[in-house]
């Protein structure tokens, strides 16, 4: 087996998919093949134990401690993927492990142990800062294929969890279940209820499918032991095919000739054209940065259009990670999406209830998040109560990175009378 073999066998092992894909790369490059006969001892009880162990062909058995009771010697049987000698609680191996057949295994020695234990599933280093997007798509791996998801202090709220946070990290949740060579390229999302902001989520994996070339995964977000979201994902390795691109990206500035909000607001704070009441009220706010940092092509003359188009990229540096990268554009694509089907609608006094009901996103090519893209909205149609748009993403280059659609409720605001009813 090739280095790239030995990568992509290793990135189907349920126990290292949570790993960052360097670390994986790292493993492959460290492990050793090991080979036994039918009825070779591969450990034996009270012995020490080399390292983690990986079948890649063949079966062994394994054998309970000699003083167990003959109820509790459970003998089971190693197949393809699994594992043995980590986790152990000492240095001497608790079983005996025998092949059955002729048994092939990779071996990670005991010194590379710390390949297993990586900072954050995105970054096997002890980088002293991460990106605050990087944070917020950080999960914590309970168990194979169940990860818990935060709403960080400074994570954008918006009276609930922001529809891109239960997008990236349910992504992110799916992403490290696949192997690492395998990258999403097509995902379709149900906002289901209102998530807590205050609460953990935790987003449990389903594996739908595992293929040669495409792997499917479903994932449910659960807060208070409710669905409050599912995502469906394909995942495909890398191959060459046909090309083509009919799309166009609009001749705008670029993002070097923008302003992004901060400026934004600092010049309407001292724009006389502003009331000073306004200004006023609005120095009082207290500003949080956001994780994406936005430039807008268009002044607001043209706000009352069914679109919209705008520069955006991450704040801070992130991992060289594509499924990272793909995760945090998973995150981004919500901001400011279905509120362009309000446009045409906007006057004086308005107020509206907004909520995402569904989002679909494919990746056509590779995308570095940490870079200028240019997201391009346009709102096609509004009816009954939804108003739907979609959505284009482009590199510097003029590449079509993505597309995407969403469909969200969209309601006047009830007025409240003198005398509200009680909700109970």
């Not at 997007?133 to 194979?144: A, R, T, Y």
């Not at 990670?321 to 004086?348: I, M, T, W």
């Amino acid at each position: 087996m090739d280095r790239e073999q030995v990568t992509e066998f290793l990135g189907q092992v349920p126990l290292l998919q949570c790993l960052p894909g360097s670390s994986i790369r790292r493993i492959a490059a460290a492990v050793q093949v090991r080979r036994y006969e039918p009825g070779d001892y591969v450990a034996r009880e009270g012995e020490p134990v080399d390292g983690l162990y990986i079948i890649l062909d063949g079966q062994a058995e394994v054998s309970a401690p000699a003083n167990a009771e003959e109820a509790n010697r459970p003998d089971y049987v190693l197949n393809k993927y699994d594992y043995f000698g980590y986790g152990t609680n000492s240095s001497d191996h608790q079983v005996n492990v025998v092949a059955l057949s002729k048994l092939t295994c990779l071996v990670l020695p005991n010194q590379y142990g710390h390949l297993l234990q990586p900072k954050t599933i995105w970054n096997a280093e002890d980088t002293p800062e991460h990106s605050l997007l990087e944070q917020i798509l950080h999960l914590e791996p309970l168990e194979v294929d169940i990860f818990r998801g935060f709403t960080l202090p400074d994570a954008p709220v918006f009276r609930q969890v922001f529809g891109g946070q239960l997008i990236g990290q349910a992504l992110a949740a799916a992403s490290k279940t696949v192997d690492c060579l395998k990258m999403v390229h097509s995902l379709h999302a149900i906002f289901l209820i209102a998530g807590d902001s205050n609460m953990p989520i935790i987003y449990q994996v389903h594996r739908a499918r595992d293929g040669s070339s495409f792997a499917t995964r479903k994932v449910e977000a659960k807060q208070k032991g409710l669905v409050i979201f599912t995502l469906i994902a394909s995942f495909q390795k890398e191959e060459v095919g046909f090309e083509h691109q009919a799309a166009i990206m609009p001749d705008v500035p670029p993002p070097e000739q923008l302003l992004n909000l901060e400026e934004i607001r600092e010049r309407r704070l001292t724009d006389p054209r502003f009331p000073a009441q306004y200004r006023n009220s609005a120095a009082k706010k207290k500003l949080t940065p956001w994780p994406i940092e936005m430039r807008f092509c268009e002044d607001s003359a043209s706000q009352h259009k069914p679109s919209l188009n705008y520069w955006f990229r991450a704040r801070g540096k992130l991992s060289d990670d594509q499924a990272l990268h793909r995760c945090v554009v998973a995150y981004a694509s919500d901001l400011l999406f279905s509120g362009v089907s309000l446009n045409p609608h906007r006057e004086k006094g308005l107020k509206t209830y907004s909520l995402s009901l569904d989002h679909s996103i494919w990746f056509h090519k590779p995308v570095k998040a940490d870079d200028w893209l240019l997201y391009v909205i346009e709102s096609p149609s509004a009816h009954g109560g939804r108003g739907f748009v979609t959505g284009r993403m482009f590199n510097r280059q003029g590449e079509l990175v993505m597309s995407l659609t969403q469909e969200a409720l969209s309601r006047r605001e009830k007025a409240r009378g003198p005398n509200p009813r009680p909700k109970l």
